[in-house]
């Protein structure tokens, strides 16, 4: 390798090297808000669509547009949880004929109630781009329990696990399933001896139970295994905290509720200030009012963010104007310092490419 290509590859790794810091450095990022209309968003896919409820209403909002979802019959009501990249969405349903909401399943224009035998209550709260779905059935025949949905099938995780767990035998029982990632980790709360609420994380036919912290209630999990949720004291006394379960290790995030994680690490939620709830984020150790992060002409003040996908956009929801509550979409951008150091490290690579040339034809 000569001179002038070792020159010109140092020049790209500078480039390299500013364009990474610009990407993960968080002081750096701001958001612009987009309206996605009336309602609540809790979850968006990689591209940009995003669910929610309004007013005993699904919703779904998709550039610019906002459409319910049909319940499962007239006059029902409905609630949006979770859409993947294929476009399908689950959540609930509620319709008096079946005395009680069922877990549903959107796609294609359709709505269909998915699998819940012997049920007086199912809801499905996730669901992966491999089309699975977790959430919970609550029987009228055994223990309640948490279900995966699968090929039309529906599975008790608690005797996916070997051995199988026992609801008449006293131990750890799953109770609910939050959140699935695209590995099939699952993450969601078991109880042991019938008491108490513990994170556990499950793969394959393996849970792992985290006994350190009872009253843990989960939100979301990432593609990486990292879970968020929050703690709350069950026997009533001490403050909620938020919490992190990464590298093995259950983090105290401190005084704030986490409800969404992106493969980033970046964990998005709500925090209390003087001024009321606003949501926040998190990452590399820093929680910033997300208000702070956009334009403070815009008209907004943003109320909770539920979920985060992995470009960064951001959903939830907040006060516009007069109006009554509104789903946000935030989409990060680089601030003008980011962008100057960008277009100096290009510029330093076009002016060496420029030299090198130069060079060859002198």
Not at 214 to 228: M, R
């Amino acid at each position: 390798m000569n001179l002038t290509q070792r020159r010109e590859r140092l020049l790209v790794a500078v480039a390299g090297l500013i364009l990474a810091t610009a990407s993960v450095t968080r002081a750096e990022v701001r958001y612009s808000v987009t309206d996605l209309g009336i309602g609540e968003a809790f979850a968006v896919n990689s591209s940009g669509v995003a669910v929610g409820a309004y007013s005993g209403s699904a919703l779904l909002y998709d550039r610019g547009m906002v459409a319910n979802l049909d319940p499962l019959g007239p006059g029902g009501r409905g609630w949006a949880e979770d859409i993947n990249d294929s476009g399908q969405i689950v959540g609930w349903s509620e319709y008096s004929p079946l005395g009680g909401r069922r877990a549903v399943l959107w796609g294609s224009g359709t709505v269909t109630a998915l699998l819940s035998p012997n049920a007086y209550e199912s809801a499905a709260c996730a669901i992966n781009d491999h089309g699975q779905a977790v959430g919970y059935n609550w029987t009228t025949t055994e223990a309640g329990y948490p279900a995966l949905w699968e090929d039309g099938a529906i599975t008790n995780l608690n005797y996916r696990i070997s051995p199988p767990l026992i609801p008449s035998r006293l131990g750890w029982w799953l109770c609910t399933a939050n959140a699935i990632n695209n590995a099939g980790q699952i993450a969601g709360q078991a109880t042991y001896d019938q008491l108490g609420a513990y994170l556990y994380i499950l793969q394959g036919d393996e849970a792992v139970f985290f006994v350190s912290l009872n009253g843990v209630i989960v939100e979301d999990i990432s593609g990486t295994g990292q879970v968020v949720g929050y703690y709350v004291s069950q026997s009533g006394t001490g403050n909620p905290f938020g919490v992190l379960y990464s590298g093995g290790v259950l983090h105290n995030l401190g005084d704030w509720y986490p409800e969404g994680i992106n493969s980033l690490g970046q964990v998005v939620g709500r925090m209390a200030t003087p001024q009321g709830t606003h949501a926040c984020i998190y990452w590399n150790g820093i929680k910033e009012d997300l208000n702070s992060l956009i334009d403070p002409g815009a008209g907004w003040t943003l109320w909770d963010a539920t979920d985060i996908n992995e470009s960064g956009q951001i959903v939830g929801y907040g006060g516009y104007g007069a109006g009554p509550e509104n789903a946000f979409l935030l989409t990060p951008i680089p601030e003008p310092a980011t962008l100057s150091l960008l277009a100096a490290g290009l510029g330093a690579v076009w002016m060496g490419k420029r030299r090198a040339t130069k060079g060859l034809r002198d």
